[in-house]
Structure formats: structure tokens, C-alpha cells
């Protein structure tokens, strides 16, 4: 974990680099820092997924409108500091890559952070973070 799911109208994807910006996204999580200057997500457990919603309805259907969800999940025991910023940063990047699609048309970004707890089963398995584990 951090896992970042993005979903959206699919009127998006013709007009918006959706791999670019899930690319984006996980290198802004990866350059967040702590207050102690330590890195906030785990490069191998940093994930960012888009999905075109299948359905959609957007306001009232008279208009050429689009939406795009973001959600964080993350795990526990991060300040509330370091989710203000982490928050602050995606939504400035999802802001930042929509915004000529922002001047062209009315679309609504919604930027969520969850942490996980009251978890009743966690596993994981992953051949991806003793790629990025340091020797000492």
C-alpha cells in the first residue's frame, strides 16, 4: 500500500493522457516526505490504477460534463500533516494534467484519502519490494 485508484467518465480518455497521469500521480507520492524527511510511501507498494466507469451519469445529462474520482488508501500512522500534503500534491497534479480539458468544458475531480483500520485480514505478497530495498 498506498494504493491510488482513479475512476472515470470515459469521455475522458479521448481527450486525456490517462497512462501520463497515472504515472504522474505515483511519482508525486513518491517524492513526498515525512517532517523527518522520510519517504512516505514505499516505492514497491506504490500503485496507481484507472478504470473508465462502464455507466455514468454526470448532473443532469444536458451537457457535455465529465468526473474523475481519486481515492488513496493508505495504511495507518501518518500525521495529519503528511495527509494534507500528500492530498494537496495529487490534487495539484490531477489539476494540473486535466486543466485544458478544464478550460474546454465542466468536469468535477474528486480527491479522497482513506486509511485503513479496523482491517480484519491484511496479506500480502509482492516479488516487487526486494527491488527496492536498500542493502546497509
Known amino acids: 500500500m498506498p494504493h491510488l485508484l482513479l475512476l472515470y467518465t470515459p469521455d475522458l480518455e479521448k481527450d ?49 460534463y465529465g468526473f474523475l474520482y481519486a481515492n488513496l488508501r493508505m495504511g495507518t500512522g501518518r500525521s495529519a500533516e503528511v495527509h494534507k500534503a500528500v492530498g494537496d500534491s495529487l490534487l495539484a497534479v490531477l489539476k494540473a494534467r486535466l486543466d485544458p480539458l478544464l478550460q474546454q468544458r465542466p468536469i468535477g475531480i474528486t480527491m479522497q484519502i482513506d486509511h485503513s483500520t479496523g482491517q480484519v485480514y491484511d496479506a500480502k505478497h509482492s516479488s516487487l519490494h526486494p527491488l527496492f530495498r536498500k542493502s546497509f
Open 16 to 64: 486525456a493522457d490517462i497512462p501520463a497521469l497515472c504515472r504522474t500521480l505515483a511519482d508525486s507520492m513518491l517524492e513526498q516526505r515525512d517532517a523527518d524527511g522520510k519517504a512516505v510511501f514505499p516505492t514497491g507498494g506504490t500503485r496507481v490504477l484507472a478504470y473508465p466507469a462502464a455507466h455514468c451519469a454526470v448532473a443532469d445529462g444536458k451537457g457535455e
